[in-house]
């Protein structure tokens, strides 16, 4: 990683020099290892998928609702192979219902060696979850390695990417990917008891004040998906505000009128999946980033 272009961003830097976006240096680094009950249904029917959380973001949204592991100064823990390929099997040992790579698009190249080993020992399935800004080539990295892509489909408005994530490309972006994950993982496969063993589940999280462009996402996610078998989407109406952020359209929660739009546009448009009880917003469904699971 001597001049890092692994990501969209493209920083060029050596990243055992100086830090890029994602604030990641070239060696692994967690923040958090253990029992996530915050997924959908279908990924963890029991509660228990086994969330590994990775420190840095090359996104870097200023909304950011873990912005304890994403911000200017992560906090993480760095691992080496062994250790990281140990953590995922212990997780299985203490029943996860699968192995949940959270945000960990920078360490990519290391994700993939460590899934090279110890996929044969997983009978879980794989879940990458991600913010929907990497590159085909870098996804292509994980080609066999991952049954269940679980990317964010963030912004349909190439300003409204800019300003929260400094990222005017994310919406061209972020539909490459989607195709990639796709063409990688196919259409979705649920066991009989709807446990999802592999596909792509979408994640949109609606914002304050921006329900129109996350009804243009659902228009993008229509085009690119006309068969609505094929994928699942889940709306989050999560969004909580956090003090770092200074944007002034986003010093509120979203209001039930604007997540109703959104829902209700995407039964219109056909798509299967899951919708969020505002009884799950707040800050407490965010874990502690305190390196349990990783020390
Ligand atoms: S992975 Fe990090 S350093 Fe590399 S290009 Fe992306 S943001 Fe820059």
Redo the contacts with the bound molecule.
């Keep these: 990683?001597s001049r890092?272009?692994?990501?969209?961003?493209?920083?060029?830097?050596d990243?055992d020099v100086s830090?890029?976006?994602?604030r990641?240096t070239s060696r692994l680094t967690l923040s958090r290892a253990a029992l996530h009950d915050g997924e959908e249904p279908c990924l963890s029917p029991k509660g228990k998928s086994g969330a590994v959380f990775f420190s840095?973001c090359?996104l870097g949204c200023v909304f950011c609702q873990n912005d304890a592991i994403s911000g200017a100064d992560p906090f993480g823990i760095e691992v080496g192979e062994e250790r990281f390929c140990e953590i995922l099997l212990d997780l299985q040992k203490q029943g996860a219902e699968n192995v949940d790579l959270v945000t960990g698009?920078?360490f990519i190249l290391q994700i993939a060696a460590a899934l090279r080993r110890v996929r044969p020992q997983l009978s879980v399935p794989v879940i990458f979850n991600c913010s929907g800004y990497e590159t085909v080539e870098q996804l292509r990295l994980l080609d066999g390695l991952v049954d269940i892509y679980l990317p964010d489909f963030k912004f349909a408005s190439e300003s409204l990417a800019a300003r929260l994530s400094r990222a005017a490309d994310y919406p061209r972006v972020a539909a490459a990917a989607l195709s990639e994950m796709h063409r990688q993982v196919g259409d979705c496969v649920f066991d009989g008891e709807g446990k999802l063993l592999s596909g792509l589940l979408i994640r949109h999280l609606v914002l304050p004040n921006h329900a129109d462009d996350s009804l243009a996402v659902l228009d993008i996610l229509d085009a690119l998906f006309p068969d609505k078998e094929s994928v699942r989407l889940s709306l989050m109406r999560q969004f909580t505000p956090m003090p770092s952020c200074r944007e002034d359209d986003l010093r509120r929660p979203l209001t039930t009128l604007e997540y109703r739009r959104v829902t209700a546009r995407a039964e219109e448009l056909g798509f299967l999946g899951y919708v969020q009880e505002k009884s799950s917003v707040g800050a407490d469904a965010i874990p502690a980033f305190d390196g349990t699971g990783v020390r």
């Design positions: 990683m890092c272009t692994l990501c969209p961003r493209a920083c060029g830097v990243r830090l890029g976006a994602c990641a840095g090359a698009d920078h």
